[in-house]
């Protein structure tokens, strides 16, 4: 069963400095048909204009995962973390018993482009804790770049370490590819639509598009040219 959530019929929150489109209820969008997809919360498409950014606030009890789309966002938190993140580099923070945060374009110029993930953590009242990792260039269709703590796979190269079992991997698919996904019993799958179209079991997913998939043994992705997008493997 794969239910397609439009773009279009996405929340928004559209002011000055931040054009933000919402698959789940967030903020002052609220949808009862749309609270998130199993122990997925938030999935937010976020333009941040040069110069602005989010002020420092607070989180408790949640994984909140960013990834850059198109520019690069300047992060700072109480735990005495900074970093510039970007395309290629996935940050990950274990808001735990309480963090504070920034996220800041440093361009004067140029918007920024990304999306906020938050996954409800496995346990509550975690310490705090921050990641990010720069991912190395690949030719994968399907890489994994978030994985659960404890899965007992050595170090984490090209993922960061999230406190749930669920994974994140990174798609891009060409027009000579098909990639196969098998879905575990009792999971689901959610996909992200990030740029151009694929289509997933044979229903057609374009940018800014998400997908809840139950009930399906495996995943057959094609794209009739290209297509990338972000795929959550979730219990």
Do not use: C
């Amino acid at each position: 069963m794969i239910r397609r959530r439009p773009r279009e019929a996405r929340g928004r929150t559209q002011i000055g400095w931040l054009d933000g489109r919402h698959s789940f209820s967030f903020g002052n969008y609220f949808d009862p048909d749309h609270m998130g997809f199993r122990v997925l919360r938030v999935i937010n498409e976020d333009v941040v204009q040069p110069g602005t950014g989010f002020g420092m606030h607070g989180h408790r009890d949640m994984e909140i995962v960013t990834v850059i789309l198109d520019g690069e966002l300047e992060h700072r938190d109480s735990l005495e973390n900074g970093a510039v993140i970007r395309p290629g580099i996935i940050q990950r923070m274990t808001a735990g018993t309480g963090i504070r945060h920034s996220e800041f374009n440093p361009s004067k110029t140029e918007p920024v482009h990304l999306l906020q993930i938050w996954i409800e953590p496995s346990k509550r009242g975690l310490p705090p804790s921050y990641e990010d990792k720069e991912l190395a260039p690949t030719d994968e269709a399907l890489e994994r770049i978030a994985r659960p703590v404890g899965s007992g796979e050595g170090v984490a190269k090209n993922e960061v370490l999230i406190n749930q079992d669920a994974s994140i991997y990174r798609g891009n698919v060409s027009k000579e590819q098909t990639v196969r996904y098998p879905m575990g019993t009792n999971r689901g799958v959610w996909i992200q639509m990030t740029a151009g179209e694929v289509e997933v079991n044979g229903v057609a997913l374009t940018a800014g598009d998400g997908a809840a998939i139950e009930a399906e043994n495996e995943l057959i992705i094609t794209s009739p040219e290209s297509g990338s997008f972000l795929l959550f493997d979730l219990p």
